[in-house]
């Protein structure tokens, strides 16, 4: 048997952006993943299809484990020879119990590996534009936690005697504790228009600061309507925030939207859509994988350089069509000299990943506008033509070109599924706190949605999201199902769907 090992892991303050590269390493090879309640989904995406799944996450009000059983379910893991990734929020090392389950697995003899975050205060200073230290007012940093109530006893925390001179406080879990953390870090000699911000779910789409003074952040918070998890920050660097803060600044902060294509699609989009400040939510309704028959491939790639045009309908056909070609052949010369179409300029730019030119784009991005393209050139009459599809692609386009006398084959490179969102942890944090907005970038897409619609029901308090659409395609299948198209993008493109995201939900 393999020898166990675990990886203590930090997971930075919530936004997957600020994922460690070792972290993503670990996570995308990992065979058991324990993860804490506040650690992104976005993060499970990046696990092997086999890794096992544990959430023993802590929340106010709610304990899935108690710490002894996660260490419990540690070692016992580690004991069947797996790779274990511990995945916390922020750091291991800082609040986090990391200490105790590390001492545990040495106790127990089993390997491990500490992995750094970025602490959630560093994460809330940065997005919130408070320097956590500033030659000019202080060079002391203390970071401190709130979760102990002030009036025990045997509390650990001596809140009086804090240095106050030239220093910042960072206060963790401390929301419940605000009005009597303030006054007794006033009783030891803060000054109550000491200024003060409170950073909500740090460095997240909904990210929100309250801002005051020491004297006043409690009462503001209870207005604000303020709630864990946030991070408390005293100190002069605070009111620095109101010229400094530049996330807030974003079109889309403060939206949280959600995207559903698959596994392997979704980061372009979720990267241009957290460019603009929003929180992405990645459901991925449906799975696409590579599905080239080698007979077919051996078949098509010895006649390839007798095809007069090259037709590709979707980003993916080239992506699959590429990788199977460059399987057979070392140069991109074997191609030959036939032309190549593409659905739209999203299939161009895949197109030109390879060095390819694409010789006709329709001027609207569906099939029946790309065959209509193709006729218009003449080029068609007993032309060979190859058409590199899925599964589910559409016959509209092949009938059309056989019409104009082409003679057709179709290569089937891959193909589209449903995924099952039982278990799935983004599919859960849909239905407890819904989203601003949900894009649909195909009809596969919103056909899975509704067919799995038991595992997507809202909660009642859960914000109901406006429902977007790439294009006519996708809103014509929308439509027919009887689901509302609140948007839809003017052309049926990545970039003109964030566009119309951030005209209707922009600032």
């Known amino acids: 048997m393999p020898k166990g090992i675990v990886y203590l892991v930090g997971a930075g303050p919530g936004n997957p952006d600020l994922l460690t590269v070792r972290a993503r390493q670990l996570i995308e090879s990992a065979e058991v993943l324990v993860y804490d309640y506040l650690v992104h989904p976005a993060f499970t995406h990046l696990l092997p299809d086999d890794c096992e799944q544990i959430c023993v996450g802590k929340r106010k009000g709610f304990h899935s484990k108690k710490q002894e059983e ?30 105790e389950e590390a001492m545990a697995l040495a106790e127990a003899g089993i390997e491990f590996e500490i ?41 650990t925390v001596d809140w ?7 220093s910042t406080i960072c206060i963790y879990m401390g929301v419940a504790n605000l009005d009597r953390i303030s006054e007794r870090l006033m009783a030891g000699g803060f000054l109550p228009e000491t200024p003060t911000a409170c950073v909500e779910w740090a460095t997240m789409g909904h990210q929100r600061v309250c801002r005051g003074s020491l004297g006043t952040i409690a ?36 939206r949280k939207l959600v995207v559903t294509r698959s596994k392997g699609q979704a980061s372009e989009l979720s990267s241009m859509l957290e460019k603009t400040g929003a929180e992405v939510i990645g459901l991925p309704l449906i799975s696409i994988t590579g599905a080239v028959k080698p007979e077919v491939a051996d078949e098509i790639f010895a006649e390839i350089a007798s095809y007069d045009w090259l037709v590709f309908s979707s980003p993916n056909g080239v992506r699959y ?56 050139t003449d080029s068609l009459d007993s032309a060979k033509v ?80 406006k429902t977007v659409s790439i294009g006519p395609i996708t809103s014509a299948t929308m439509k027919q199902i009887g689901m509302p198209v609140d948007i839809e993008a003017k052309e049926a493109s990545l970039d003109s769907l964030v566009d119309a995201v951030v005209k209707r939900f922009g600032k």
């Not at 540690?74 to 990391?98: H, I, M, S, T």
């Not at 899925?390 to 995924?419: C, H, M, P, S, W």
């Open 219 to 254: 009462q503001e918070s209870k207005s604000f309507g303020l709630k864990a998890p946030a991070i408390i920050i005293v100190g002069e660097t605070a009111a620095m925030s109101e010229d400094l803060s530049w996330f807030e600044n974003k079109p889309l902060q403060g």
């Open 160 to 166: 009086e005697n804090l240095p106050k001179k030239d």
């Open 386 to 465: 190859l058409v590199v599809a899925g599964n589910l692609g559409r016959d509209v386009l092949i009938d059309k070109l056989e019409e104009a006398r082409a003679i057709v084959d179709r290569f089937e490179v891959y193909k589209t599924e449903q995924t099952d969102l039982s278990e799935n942890p983004s599919a859960k944090m849909f239905r407890e706190q819904g989203a601003d907005g949900i894009l649909f970038t195909s009809s596969s897409g919103v056909r899975s949605f509704i067919d799995q619609a038991k595992y997507l029901q809202l909660s009642p308090d859960a914000l109901r999201p």
């Open 115 to 155: 992995v750094p975050g970025i602490t959630s205060a560093m994460g809330a200073a940065a997005y919130s534009g408070i320097p956590l230290t500033n030659r000019s007012t202080n060079a002391t940093l203390v970071f401190v936690t709130g979760h102990e109530n002030p009036e025990k006893l045997d509390t």
């Open 321 to 376: 069509f590429f990788e199977a070609f460059f399987q057979k052949f070392e140069d991109i010369r074997s191609l030959g000299f036939l032309r190549i179409a593409a659905v739209g300029k999203s299939t161009a730019k895949e197109i030109k990943k390879y060095f390819v030119s694409t010789d006709l784009i329709p001027k609207e991005a569906n099939a029946e506008s790309l065959a209509e393209a193709l006729v218009e």
């Open 70 to 99: 996660i260490q419990e379910i540690l070692l016992a893991k580690a004991a069947e020879g797996k790779r274990v990734v511990r995945l916390k929020g922020g750091d291991p090392f800082l609040f986090g119990r990391g200490g």
